[in-house]
Nanobody, 118 residues
């Protein structure tokens, strides 16, 4: 059974950087059909930030392109999200997501809060 645990959230000021990490257990991230990061701001629907397929193809939300980068670390079985030039509108709870195979349901982490002050 796949489990995901996020870490690295916090409070930063506009223009600063932050890195989030998602530790996966139960399956190698190398074989995950797809993994990604989503976020949910207060009163808003959960939205895709970026995802990455097993083949390495990425898809970024327009709002984060050129500012956020997703990466995979196979030895530690983690997926990271590096966030640069943060804006107040990036404030949200960030969730790690995985679909182990195309036939599986999505798995979610518990979320980590990112707050960007102006």
């Amino acid at each position: 059974q796949v489990q995901l645990v996020e870490s690295g959230g916090g409070l930063v000021q506009t223009g600063e950087s932050l890195s989030l990490s998602c530790a996966a257990s139960g399956r190698s991230i190398r074989t995950m059909y797809r993994m990604g990061w989503y976020r949910q701001a207060p009163g808003q629907q959960r939205e895709l930030v970026v995802d990455i397929t097993s083949g390495g193809m990425t898809s970024y939300a327009d709002s984060v392109k050129a500012r956020f980068t997703i990466s995979r670390n196979y030895p530690t079985n983690t997926v990271s999200l590096q966030m640069f030039r943060l804006k107040p509108e990036d404030t949200a709870v960030y969730y790690c997501n995985a679909r182990p195979t195309i036939y599986d349901r999505d798995v979610w982490g518990q979320g980590t809060q990112v707050t960007v002050s102006s």
